[in-house]
C-alpha cells in the first residue's frame, strides 16, 4: 500500500458513503421523523409515508454530488495518505444527508435527533480514527505537523467543538434574554458544520459561518422585502448552516 491514497479511492468511498446514508434515511424516514404532525407538512410524500420516487431521486443525488465535489477538491488540504480515508467517509456521510436535512427543516422547522445525531456520532469516531492512523503514518510532508497525517482530522475535531460552544452559548443567550435563539436541532448540527471546513483549514471554519449567516441574512430581507413578513419570523436557520458548510467545503479551497 502507498503512502498516498489515489483519487479513485477517495471518490469512490465518499460517494458510496453519501448512497448508504440516503438509502438508510428513505428506508428509516417515518421512524426517524418521529413526529406525524410533521409528516403531514412535508410535500412529496408517497403513501407509504416515504419520499416519492422524484423527491428520493433528487435529494439522493444532491447528496452524490456533494460528495464527488468534496472529494475531488478537499484532498489538496488533507494529509493526502490513508489517514484521510476515514476522513473523506466522513464528508460522504454528511453529504449524503445533507439534502435530506435540508429539505425538512425547510418545510417543518426541525431537524430531527434521529438523524444528526448519529451522523454527529459516525462523523466524530472516523475524525478520531483519521487522528490515530495520521499519528502513525509515515509521510514527509505532514511529519513536521504537530500531530503528522491526523492533523487535519485533528483541526476538524477542534473546529466542530469550537462551532457548538459558540451555538450553545448562543442558544443560551436567547433562552435567557427571552429571545428567539439559536434551535436545539442548529446546536446539534454545529458539530459536524465546524468540522468539515476547519478540516481543511482554520480560515474554512471563517468562510463557513460568513456564507450561512449571509444567506440567513439574505432570506430574511426576502421576506421582509418580498414577502412583508416581519423581521422577527423565524426561518430555518439548518439549510444555511449547511449552504455555509458546502460553500467553504467546495468553493473555500480555491481561496484558502
Known sequence: MTDQMPLGVSLGVTVLASLVVSAWIWWRFARLIDDEAGMRLLPGL???????GFVTSVLTSAGAVLAWLAAFVTPALLSRTWADLPVMIAFGLVAGATGWLFWIDTSIHRLPNRIVLPITGAVVLLFLVGVVVGV???NSATDHQWAGAGTTALNGLIGGLVLLLVFLVLNVLG???GRRGMGG?????AVVVGMLPAALSPF???VALVVMNLSALAQVLYAVAGQGRGMREAI????HMLVGTWTAVIIGPVFL
Open 46 to 52: 408517497a403513501g407509504s409515508g416515504r419520499p416519492s
Open 136 to 138: 502513525f503514518q509515515e
Open 175 to 177: 433562552a435567557v434574554l
Open 185 to 189: 436541532g442548529d446546536v446539534k448540527l
Open 204 to 206: 474554512g471554519l471563517v
Open 236 to 239: 430555518a436557520y439548518g439549510p
